[in-house]
């Protein structure tokens, strides 16, 4: 199985950009669907960014802002986020999984411990 380790988050000023970073091993992560979700206190984790092979799916309130992508040499996934708003200030997990519904939190199987993100006004 794999192991998911993020790195990256930190604090950053409303309209700043960071990079998320999670790095994988035990298993190559091109063997899976990855995504990344996000959690801010007091509600549910929710999806933000998925890659199947070569194609990416993005929550509506990310498109046009944050990419994900991967290194597959490096074994590493990707979130660049970029024009941060106050509202994202969350903990920031990648996760993986063999099949089922991309934006679905419960058929991810392996998680990272996650990173915090906070964006201040």
């Known amino acids: 199985q794999v192991q998911l380790v993020e790195s990256g988050g930190g604090l950053v000023q409303a309209g700043g950009s960071l990079r998320l970073s999670c790095a994988g091993s035990?298993?190559?992560?091109?063997?899976?669907?990855m995504a990344w979700f996000r959690q801010a206190p007091g509600k549910e984790r929710e999806f933000v960014a998925g890659?199947?092979?070569?194609?990416?799916y993005y929550a509506d309130s990310v498109k046009g802002r944050f990419t994900i992508s991967r290194d597959n040499a490096k074994n590493t996934l990707y979130l660049h986020m970029n024009n941060l708003k106050p509202e994202e200030t969350a903990v920031y997990y990648c996760a993986a999984t063999y099949a089922g519904n991309l934006r679905l939190r419960s058929d991810y199987r392996f998680w990272g411990q996650g990173t915090q993100v906070t964006v201040s006004s």
């Open positions: 890659i199947v092979d070569i194609n990416t």
């Open positions: 035990g298993r190559t992560l091109s063997s899976y669907t």
